[in-house]
């Protein structure tokens, strides 16, 4: 009946699971140990959260303007952050930075 009247059925042992998984997202491990950034990623948001710029973090990293930028847009989507103070933050929280 739940359903059919537009809600959802969660059974325990999936809520467990969802629980499970958002916490390792939070964070920043995904489940089964592997981290939710590559390691390219985590080098640009440690360099960003350290106050360089898209084209200071490519100057370090030998690495064009537009593959940083590229880079940050991948890094938004899997924190769902948008801001570049979150995105610091969310690095200095997880000891990126």
């Known amino acids: 009946m739940t359903v059919h009247s537009g809600g959802s059925v969660i059974t325990p042992s999936l809520a467990g699971h969802l629980l499970r998984e958002y916490s390792h997202v939070s964070r920043g491990v995904r489940v089964g140990g592997r981290p939710l950034l590559m390691s390219r990623e985590q080098d640009i948001l440690r360099l960003m959260a350290h106050g360089y ?15 940083v930028q590229n880079n940050l847009t991948r890094i938004r ?6 801001r570049r103070s ?3 933050r969310w690095a200095v929280e997880r000891a990126m930075a």
């Not at 710029?53 to 593959?67: H, P, S």
């Not at 989507?77 to 948008?82: A, H």
């Open 77 to 82: 989507l899997k924190t769902g952050l948008r």
């Open 86 to 88: 979150e995105l610091a």
């Open 53 to 67: 710029t898209d084209r200071e973090i490519g100057a370090q990293l030998y690495v064009l303007t537009r593959t």
